[in-house]
T-cell receptor
Framework: AQRVTQPEKLLSVFKGAPVELKCNYSYSGSPELFWYVQYSRQRLQLLLRHISRESIKGFTADLNKGETSFHLKKPFAQEEDSAMYYC????????????FGQGTTLQVKP | GAVVSQHPSWVICKSGTSVKIECRSL??????MFWYRQFPKQSLMLMATSNEGSKATYEQGVEKDKFLINHASLTLSTLTVTSAHPEDSSFYIC???????????FGSGTRLTVV
């Protein structure tokens, strides 16, 4: 079954601390993995996707097929990073359908 | 670019009535749109895939007769919640994009409250 698991509902760190938001997935084929972010009172927006292998706002994520993980990392958290983060999976076939994890609230304290 | 507008942002309706939610792609043509539902403090669950000019594809467990989807043009998809009941109260979100292009853009969502 296709599934995305984000084990932490809430992650609270101090400003300047490293951040790692965990994401594990279950999919039999070759999935595309994404991270979406939702800031307070704003719509969901794409943060990054594994095929781009890019760094956005200092965040990076590497797809580890062996561990079926796509953890989101940032070396030094900023207060403006506080938001809800969703890991999502799109299966093969390029359908565009997304399966979302439960989401992790990142709280960066001053 | 790739802006998706969703309307209304919130709606309150009486039990038994129908409510229509619109999802528009403002600066691009969307051959495919997706409708999601989000319960409080829960994740987004895909309800259906809306394809321009053809019938929508519903996910397992979603009642197609209750959640009518129409995608009559390349810029507009509508979700109609028919004979709404309190259990239909939720946050509905659409996303739109072009086939073979990832990173679909999301609308701002519609908060439906059925009383």
């Amino acid at each position: 079954a296709q599934r995305v698991t984000q084990p932490e509902k809430l992650l609270s760190v101090f400003k300047g601390a490293p951040v790692e938001l965990k994401c594990n997935y279950s999919y039999s084929g070759s999935p595309e993995l994404f991270w979406y972010v939702q800031y307070s009172r704003q719509r969901l927006q794409l943060l990054l996707r594994h095929i781009s292998r890019e760094s956005i706002k200092g965040f990076t994520a590497d797809l580890n097929k062996g561990e079926t993980s796509f953890h989101l990392k940032k070396p030094f958290a900023q207060e403006e990073d506080s938001a809800m983060y969703y890991c999502a999976l799109s299966g093969s076939g390029n359908t565009g359908k997304l399966i979302f994890g439960q989401g992790t609230t990142l709280q960066v304290k001053p | 670019g790739a802006v998706v507008s969703q309307h209304p942002s919130w709606v309150i309706c009486k039990s038994g009535t129908s409510v229509k939610i619109e999802c528009r792609s403002l600066d691009f043509q969307a051959t495919t749109m997706f409708w999601y539902r989000q319960f409080p403090k829960q994740s987004l669950m895909l309800m259906a895939t809306s394809n321009e000019g053809s019938k929508a594809t519903y996910e397992q467990g979603v009642e197609k007769d209750k959640f009518l989807i129409n995608h009559a043009s390349l810029t507009l998809s509508t979700l109609t919640v028919t004979s709404a009941h309190p259990e239909d109260s939720s946050f509905y979100i659409c996303s739109a994009g072009l086939k073979y292009v990832y990173g679909y853009t999301f609308g701002s969502g519609t908060r439906l409250t059925v009383v």
